[in-house]
């Protein structure tokens, strides 16, 4: 099966760790293979153009920046990008 | 006519009087200390809750026209002082939490911004944004609100220019001056998303600053009904010059969302604190905070930090005076 990355830009506050937990969360629910990753390095969130925190990354491919999205909501994406 | 929206719409009297009466029917006085406490608290709380659900719905449905990429595009087309009161009337409707300065600053920077620009928008970014305007008029009228308006963005075209002419280009951190700009382009939302997203703003908002709500309420509360007015006179009042030095220094290193702040200003004024100790309070708490510091920490050096924290406070206690200044004429 093909391994699916997930990439969490976040700055360490809460709402960013709340992202990543929703991500960890739904990654479970769908009982799929994901390397999930928290990336809190400025340097790299700034190469990716990011502005607003926390952001979201299927594949490498920028799906959501500065919200928190719910763990349906991440689950939804998830399905329609597979 | 303006009279009608202001008391009933905004200020919802209707609220406190339906309120006053269902306590009544309990048996309750409502002129006595513990009955006038619980109806200031149960209105403010129930009224506070009804503004902040209306007003983030609104406010966040609009910032989804401007998130900070197209801020950026916006920006980068203007000169001179032109650009920092641009970035400074952008601040206000960009959407921004405080971890969000870090990536907006170095977006803004690695795209080609001055810094005097970069900073007119952090500076009103926070202290000044539709939400507070609409907070405060409905609470101390259009003409104070508008004012506050007022100040906070000349602070921060002023603040802006001051670290435009310091020059401190080399004080940002090396990681950000030596990026190449990465632009982003994230599809529009639809309406239906727009509106979702408003929706669950409010709901996280909601959530997130209920208890500060309530906390600020009881405070109010009990500056309303216990403590005694001479010593609020004396050290927030007419009585004591350095009232707004005070405020200012107490609400730099606190931060409390502005919904909490409101019923706290509210009592201390009716208790004889002078209007610009409660304003510079109210700016000091939501414009700097120790969270938002460490933060900008990251992405600019020592100095250029202390001069922002430096122009803020400066701002603040300027503007302090002035609303005291100008008390008569506000309220």
Known sequence: MEKFTVKVFGSGCKGCQALHQNVIDAVAEMNISADVQYITDMQKIMESGIMSLPALALNDKLISTGKVLSVSDIKRIIDTTI | MLKVIQNQILGMQWLKILIGKMLESFGLDIQGKTGASLLFFLYDVIKISILLFVLIFIISYIQSYFPPERSKKIMSRFDGLLAQIIAALLGTVTPFCSCSSIPIFMGFTAAGLPLGVTFSFLISSPMVDLGSLILLASIFGWKLAVTYVIFGLVIAVAGGCVIKHLNMEDQVADFIRNSKAASIELQKPMQNERVKAALDSVCNTLK???????????????????????????????????????ATVFGIPMYADIFACIPIVESLLTKGALLGVV????MAVIALSLPSIIMLKKAVKPKLLAVFVGICTVGILLSGYLFNALQALLL
């Open chain 2, 279 to 282: 304003m510079s309070f109210l």
């Open chain 2, 208 to 246: 997130k600053v209920f208890p500060y709500i309530v906390a600020g309420v009881a405070i109010g509360a009990v500056i309303h009904n216990w403590i005694p007015q001479l010593w609020i006179v004396n050290t927030l009042g007419e009585k004591n010059p350095f009232g707004v030095v005070l």
